[in-house]
């Protein structure tokens, strides 16, 4: 979830194309991603993707179809898992199950009105990563040769900390958190990008890759990364939702600007805030990382990974092998060409 709003007051972001990404390493917030396909990937009713034994498949679809897409054009990426959740994120996870719960029952009510769009709708919140599926998304993903990287805490503060010390291009996430955890360049819809129904209107968006850049988003709101954690607090975060009554991203802007920091607010008594803001402030400027990584890429196993989509899970095993041609397509040119570099 992230951050609400903080998008709406940033126009320096560059549309991309996967080309512009060929040869890049990107360290993709595996939760962040997974999560976006069981909730996309799913049948016209909002029902999930599943093999004869009512096991979930729409991650693993995700990961061979749409993930194999990416190292197909030479994009190198790196799946960073979260660890331990700060405690100050419990309100928000005992939230989202709220919402969850919500959202299913509406969800059956949608589908026994045959309204299938609306269930549709309502499916998609209803997703739950749960560990069964994070540890088929990582068995999966070994056998791809993809790096998988554990964080002891956010799996963001994690990316964005390889970024920062040049192990990776970019990191990668739907959510703005990363900037405020100092990700020089944050890339967006990489793993969702493509034409887009909108809810309940008979119109279509083509969703793209779009590349933000930390330095660029604070020259253009005129703020510190320390200002734009403030703001972010004041509209709230992951570790105190809702923020301020009454303050959204154009206010807090304003207030930031005017007066510079929180402290200064709460010592004017601009505001009042019942939240450990200077916690808060810490676990985005100071979060919790591995700073021993190291990154391996390797060519897909291919007969591993038919054993376990195709003899587990029951996928086409014609689909799987053309990914995974695709994915060996795209390992070998990526390596032809750097051993070319090396050459000269």
């Not at 990426?77 to 660890?83: A, I, K, L, R």
Request: charged fraction near 30%.
């Amino acid at each position: 979830m992230g951050v609400t709003g903080l998008g709406d007051l940033i126009s320096h972001r560059r549309e991309l194309s996967l080309d512009d990404l060929r040869r890049r390493k990107i360290a993709l917030d595996a939760f962040n991603t997974i999560y976006q396909f069981l909730s996309i990937i799913r049948q016209p009713d909002g029902t999930p993707l599943q093999d004869s034994t009512g096991r979930l498949t729409s991650h693993l679809s995700g990961i061979i179809y749409r993930v194999t897409r990416l190292l197909e054009q030479q994009i190198q990426v790196v799946f960073v898992f979260d660890g331990t959740p700060p405690e100050l994120k419990s309100e928000t996870i005992a939230e989202r199950t709220k919402i969850r719960e919500k959202a299913q029952t509406n969800y059956e009510e949608a589908l026994k009105e045959g309204d299938w769009e609306k269930a549709f709708s309502f499916a998609q919140r209803t997703s739950r990563l749960t560990q069964e599926l994070v540890e088929e998304s990582k068995l999966l993903l070994e056998l791809l040769g993809i790096p998988i990287i554990q964080s002891p805490g956010e799996g963001e503060a994690q990316a964005a900390w390889m970024a920062q010390q040049h192990l990776v291009d970019y990191c990668g996430s739907q959510d703005y958190d990363a900037l405020l955890f100092g990700a020089p360049y944050l890339v967006r819809n990489i793993t969702v990008s493509g034409k887009r129904k909108l809810p309940r209107r008979n119109k279509y968006v083509i969703i793209r890759p779009e590349l933000l850049q930390l330095e660029e988003v604070l020259a253009e709101l005129e703020v510190t990364r320390e200002q734009l954690i403030d703001m972010a607090i004041l509209i709230g975060t992951d570790y105190n939702p809702g923020g301020i009554k009454g303050i959204g991203p154009k206010k807090s802007l304003k207030l930031i600007k005017e007066h510079g920091s929180l402290e200064t607010l709460i010592e004017k008594q601009i505001i009042g805030i019942d939240a450990p803001w200077k916690k808060i402030r810490s676990l985005f400027l100071n979060p919790e990382v591995d700073t021993n990584v190291s990154l391996d890429f390797k060519p897909p196993n291919v007969d591993k990974v038919i054993e376990f989509l195709c003899e587990q899970h029951e996928f086409a095993v014609s689909r799987v092998q053309a990914a995974l041609d695709r994915a060996l397509r795209g390992w070998e040119e990526l390596h032809k060409q750097a051993s070319l570099d090396d050459f000269f």
